[in-house]
């Protein structure tokens, strides 16, 4: 074979190494941006900050409105069950009190400064601070076991004791005894009783004192507990807080679609258009 054959076979029969093609990339295409998810902002009050949650009080109010009728039901069911409790099922209780006026010195007299015209700052500090004393006294063991010998009633002290309270009156010398039991009578007469015995005993433990009392017991024209007006006034407003707190956590965990704001507030996308309802039901017609 010659050289020009050689020549022609190489050019016919080997192929030229293929250059790759080099095509042109995609351009890459931006994304959509998301719309930004749209909260109600709540009445007067600022954007959230992220990852909190607004609680719009307009549809609260306005779920509250339109059940008025429960809210108001409630609260008088719960006034008539305070009122019926209050009435007929709790036992009613009388109280007859007397006050105890202390002094540091015996007799009752009031000390004077030497110009006469001033009571005497140690004395009335000193009577102040023996009134928390002989009101412990007041509610002993042996005051009240002496008092109900006196009164003659059939009760021991475990049984009187919770039924006697004496409290000092702020910032003064005088002590406040209230006696409180099922009865009007028996409440007056162990509140003379403990009146009639305390002075003796007083005055004997806590040497150089005296008492006076400016205040006698008095029979109990009604009942000091229950308050059956304030009990009422309280479970119609209890009724009516439970009735709010309902309808609200209702309307807060409703998670059905009303409307278009509906949809964009769970989904965080715009609605761009809406597909009218023309199904008409009426009398002697059907749906579409």
Known sequence: ??????????????????????????????????????????????????????????????????????????????????????????????????????SNRAGGGTTYTDSGNQLSNDDINASRNLAQTCAVILTSRSVLNGAVNDSGLDISYEEVSPMVKAEVQESTQIIKVTVTTDSPEKSLQMAQSIEKVSKQYIENIVNGSS????????????????????????????????????????????????????????????????????RTTGKGGRSA
């Open 211 to 278: 008492v006076v009392f400016p205040d006698s017991p008095q029979l109990a024209k009604g009942p000091s507990s229950p308050n059956i007006l304030k009990n009422t006034a309280v479970g119609f407003l209890l009724g009516l807080l439970l009735a709010a707190a309902f309808v609200v956590i209702r309307e807060l965990t409703d998670k059905r679609v009303r409307s278009e704001s509906d949809l964009e507030e769970q989904f965080g996308i715009p609605v761009i258009g809406t597909i009218p309802d023309y």
């Open 1 to 102: 074979m010659s050289d020009l054959d050689e020549r022609i076979n190489y050019y016919v029969y080997e192929s030229e190494p293929q250059q790759p093609v080099s095509r042109p990339e995609p351009a890459a295409v931006p994304e959509p941006a998301q719309a930004p998810r749209r909260r109600r902002a709540s009445a007067g009050a600022s954007a959230a900050a992220p990852g909190e949650t607004e609680i719009d009080l307009i549809p609260l109010l306005q779920a509250m409105l339109k059940k008025w009728w429960l809210l108001l039901a409630a609260a008088l069911l719960c006034a008539a069950a305070a009122f019926l409790i209050s009435r007929y099922a709790i036992t009613p209780m009388y109280s007859s009190d007397f006050t105890v006026y202390v």
